[in-house]
Structures are given as structure tokens and as C-alpha cells.
């Protein structure tokens, strides 16, 4: 199946990139929805060839802070990306780079490397086909001129095609904008509403069940459905009250679920719909 | 006679950090040692909060000093979700304190597993925290990240041989990180445990301290030379001896 987001520009103006060792590709749909994969794009973090590369993932990381996320440690682009896993992304030529885009990313004037301008990276976990997500990296809105609207939402449905991912694991807070971009997977089943483990505790933990018509619904592609059951009670993002009674019905047993993407109140605060799960 | 904070290895009770969805993959009587309900932290559940600042704590007296101490959000995305944090703990008034700990998170494939921490400020807990972990997790392989310098080195040399997959990495914090791979079976387990040394004549004996070898050595792997660590390190001065086989297994 093709894909079609609704930026058409993207997948016309961008290259599609893979950092993973040779070892872990055979785990991996190195042609996603359709799309070509060059050759000098399937790189190898352990060549010190990539060392540049990886140089522009850390810088693109930096630039972008995620969505709302915070920067990962230099190391962590190894234990807990490229080498269990991959770094899956869209990348610019740098000859195609706007002077902006370069300066921001610290990148070449001309030539013909890859300059990352999104990522994605999830990293496997035990159950097959259970991927946890930890870092979603888009220029968009940091350059908003050039076309890369819907860059996020892009990124991740291509990545966790890539990883041939049937179930996804991430977390967020309750007040990022994040939060918009996940709930386009469908319902997603909330593990915690209130997370201490966290730096933030205002944040959640979430599971979404993938297909190819949810990706296709992440990815902007008007193809694509999702299930929106009704919501039974609003999280407002400033509400630990509520983050917290929440977080004692999930450990009491309840499954909760939110059920679409929150809504914008004033002062920058936003609320979430949820409802209760009769799955399993 | 041990002091409260040092107590013997056989005092001390194994922990795992892992949700209950993945623990119920876990080998939970690792090496014999049942891991009780209490001893078990979800990161998922409130109660565990206290428990997991300790094991940050932990992390950061042995990784802060070389700057690659892990921030608490990491430790939830990037271990306690993912995979397993594990280590030995001793039992005080105040509930467990951990004493070591080893970071697994499951690689793309079936029982693959990369670590890429071992830490705790007494070393003879360390190779039991490697042995823990790895009947915890049913490794089959593993991976290994650790830096040259590091006392993970030694930790590591009783599964030796060790596949060096990469001898230095320019991206990383600390360009002198390798990257290590050995097979698990519990003839090796058992092997290592018992501290037997293989016999590999004609390694070649280098300075990891020597960028210049590191280079070498990392260009043999580049150029498809299977490149392995036959033996313990052995510190000469300055320098930081490690028996290697270059080419083709003996």
C-alpha cells in the first residue's frame, strides 16, 4: 500500500533514512508503504563512516527537543536507539538545505550528504512486534517556510512501519502537544496517568495497537481510520488531582483509555478525553 | 566482621525493576535466587518511586564522574519500560538499598539483549550482578557497551571470547566505547563462574589506552576481520593490556 499524507511535499522533497547494524535489518521493512530507501541512506552506527550522521541526529535532537521531550544524552543514541533498535527519519541533501535549515543544524553548505531533519526512534521490547517510543524529533515548526507540516506524524507511522510495529508504548505529559500526534493511533490504553518514575510526574504512559489503517491515519493520509469511542471524563492538563485518582483506578485493575486528541483550553492548558476499556 | 553498609554477598537479596508485562518473562529464581513480590519495583506503580530514586542514586555515583550519569526520565523511557534494571540489594529499616545494578533492554530478534550498565561502588558485586542478569533476561546473546577504561572490562573478560564489534565510536560521550558480543549458555555461565580461564596462545597483547590501537582495531572490524578479547585486561602503568585475536578463530 502507498502512502498519500496529505503534505504530499514531503515524501517529494524528503529521503527516507535507516541507522541500524547490519544485524537488525532482517527484522526490518526497509521499504515502508512503498517508499525507496537509498543506498547511502541504510547506514551503520558501528562504521565510523556514520560518525558524521549521527553527529546531525544529536544536533537535530537538540534543535528540536523532541515534541516537548528533552534532550537525550549523547550515549543513549546508542544503548537505546541504534543498537538495539534503529534511528529511522526523513533527511534533506545538504545541497537542498535552505540557510536556515543549514545553520540550525550545523549543517554542510553543499554536497551530497544526508542532513536529518526527523526522527523516530522506538526501542524494542520483549513481547515481538512491541516497540517503546522515546524520541519524535521534527524541524517543522522550528522552520516553518519550507513545507513540513505533518513532518511528526510522518515520521513516526513510517518509523514504526519500518519496525514492522503491531503495538507501541510511549509516554508523554499531559500538557505536550505531543499528545495530539499519539492520539491519532486510536484509543490509547493508559498504563499510568500519574508517574512519579518520571522526571515529571504529570505524565502518561501509553499503549497504542497498530495497523496499517491507524498508520495511515497518523501519517496524514486521508485513508486512514480510527476507532473514536466516546469520552466518559476530560483530564485538564494543570489537574494532578484527577492525574492521581486516575492513577489509582489503573492500579486497582480499571482499563482507561483516551479516546481522541485533547482540546485546547485558555493559558495554554489543554484537556484529554477518556473513557473506560472493555478490552481486554 | 562487615559493616552495616557492607554486608557479605550472601546477606544480599536480588531486585528487578521491570512492569509486570515484562516480568512475566523473566527467569524470577535467577541462579537459584527467588526475586519475591517485594523485591520486584513496576515503574508503572506509585509505591515504587522511593526504590527508584535509590537506583538512580546508584547510577549516578558511578556514571556522573564520567559524564554519562542517566537523567530520571531516561531511566524510565529508556530502561525501566523497555527492559530490566537488576542488582543485588541489602535490606535495611528503611526497606531495600540497592548495591549494584545492570541495565538490559531487549535488541531487534529473539532473546538479543543489549546492556549498557553495570554499576556498583563494590566490584566483587559486579560479575554477580552480570551472572544475575543475564539468567534473569534468558539472554542468548548479548551486546555490551562500556568504554575501555571502565571496570565493566574485567567484569566482562570471564565470558571471553568477546566479539569486539566496535573498537571505538567518534559520536558517542566518549569516543574509547566499544561494543562487545558473546554468546550465553549455561556451560558458559557455569564456566564463568567457576572463573575458568580458556588458554589462547598467540594473542597479541595491546595497549587499549592507545588510540592508535584502537584505530587498528576498529579497521579490522571494518574490513570483516573477526576481531576478539581473549582474556582479562591487565594494568601496566599507564597502560591497559588486553589479549586479542585478530583474524580468523583459532
Known sequence: ?280 | MHAVHDPPLEHLSPYVVATSAVAVHLDLAPLGQLITPEQHFDPLRRASAPFLRRVEQLDAAEYAPRGMAMPRWALYDCAELPGVITGLAHRTSEGLLPLSMLIAVPMLGERRWLIYTIASPRAQLRFATLALGLALVRAREIDATLQWSSPELPVYAHFAPLDVRAARLPAHDVPATCVLRFQVDPDRLDQAIAGADADWPGAERLDVHDPAVLGRLQSGVEAGLRVQIVGHPAREGEALIVPFVIGSPP
Open chain 1, 1 to 280: 500500500m502507498s502512502l498519500r499524507p496529505s503534505n504530499a511535499r514531503l515524501l517529494a522533497d524528503l529521503e527516507l533514512f535507516v541507522l541500524a547494524p547490519p544485524d537488525n535489518r532482517a527484522f526490518l521493512d526497509l521499504a515502508p508503504f512503498g517508499l525507496s530507501l537509498a543506498e547511502d541512506a541504510l547506514l551503520d552506527p558501528l562504521r565510523e563512516a556514520s560518525s558524521a550522521f549521527i553527529e546531525r541526529l544529536v544536533s537535530l535532537d537538540r534543535g528540536t527537543f523532541g515534541l516537548g521531550e528533552m534532550p537525550m544524552p549523547r550515549f543513549l543514541f546508542f544503548d537505546a536507539a541504534a543498537l538495539p533498535s534503529a534511528i529511522i527519519g526523513f533527511a534533506r541533501r545538504a545541497r537542498a538545505l535552505s540557510a536556515s535549515a543549514r545553520a540550525l543544524l550545523q549543517a554542510p553548505s553543499e554536497g551530497d550528504a544526508l542532513v536529518p531533519l526527523a526522527m523516530y526512534i522506538a526501542m524494542p521490547m520483549i513481547e515481538p512486534g512491541t516497540f517503546l517510543g522515546h524520541n519524535l524529533a521534527s524541524l517543522a515548526e522550528r522552520l516553518p517556510d519550507e513545507g513540513l507540516a505533518g513532518l511528526g506524524r510522518l515520521t513516526k507511522a513510517v518509523s514504526l512501519k519500518v519496525l514492522r510495529a503491531t503495538t507501541q508504548i510511549g509516554m508523554t505529559q499531559w500538557d505536550s502537544r505531543a499528545l495530539h500526534v499519539h492520539a491519532r493511533m486510536g484509543p490509547l490504553d493508559l498504563l499510568s496517568a500519574w508517574t512519579p518514575a518520571h522526571a515529571e510526574p504529570a505524565s502518561l504512559t501509553y499503549r497504542a495497537h497498530l495497523d496499517d489503517a491507524a498508520l495511515l491515519h497518523l501519517a496524514g493520509d486521508p485513508r486512514g481510520q480510527v476507532e473514536r469511542p466516546e469520552a466518559e471524563l476530560w483530564i485538564e492538563s494543570d489537574d494532578q488531582a484527577a492525574m492521581q485518582a486516575l492513577q489509582a483506578r489503573i492500579e486497582d485493575g480499571e482499563r482507561l483509555r483516551i479516546v481522541g486528541a485533547p482540546e485546547r483550553l485558555e493559558g495554554g492548558r489543554q484537556r484529554t478525553p477518556i473513557a473506560t476499556s472493555t478490552m481486554g
